[in-house]
């Protein structure tokens, strides 16, 4: 029984599903033995906070989760010293 979409056909007429698969990303932290966490590196930091003010995932970021626990401890020293906002500075209309 056919779908109600029509599929795409590959060169043996089977049906293919046309989905994305992304690449596994890898921990730049790992692949980058000079690059460290620290809670000074504000740049590097606000790279793995959303827009929010939230921490972003493991699962966006690709980060391992070592290096992930080591980011969040370092963005928390870095609201507790004013170096971070903890949310963003408003919503702009």
Same mark, same amino acid.
């Given at each position: 029984?056919?779908?109600?979409?029509?599929?795409?056909?590959?060169?043996? /007429?089977?049906?293919?599903?046309?989905?994305?698969?992304?690449?596994?990303?890898?921990? #730049?932290?790992?692949?980058?033995?000079?690059?460290?966490?620290?809670?000074?590196?504000?740049?590097?930091?606000?790279?793995?906070?959303?827009?929010? /003010?939230?921490?972003?995932?493991?699962? #966006?970021? /690709?980060?391992?989760?070592?290096?992930?626990?080591?980011?969040?401890?370092?963005?928390?020293?870095?609201?507790?010293?004013?170096?971070?906002?903890?949310?963003?500075?408003?919503?702009?209309?």
């Amino acid at each position: 029984m056919e779908d109600y979409r029509e599929r795409e056909r590959d060169e043996a /007429g089977h049906a293919t599903d046309r989905r994305f698969y992304s690449r596994p990303k890898i921990c #730049q932290f790992c692949a980058d033995k000079n690059l460290q966490i620290d809670y000074k590196n504000v740049d590097l930091l606000k790279r793995y906070v959303s827009e929010d /003010g939230k921490i972003r995932p493991r699962r #966006q970021t /690709g980060t391992c989760a070592k290096h992930q626990r080591a980011l969040a401890v370092a963005v928390k020293r870095a609201r507790h010293i004013a170096l971070l906002p903890f949310v963003s500075s408003g919503r702009e209309d």
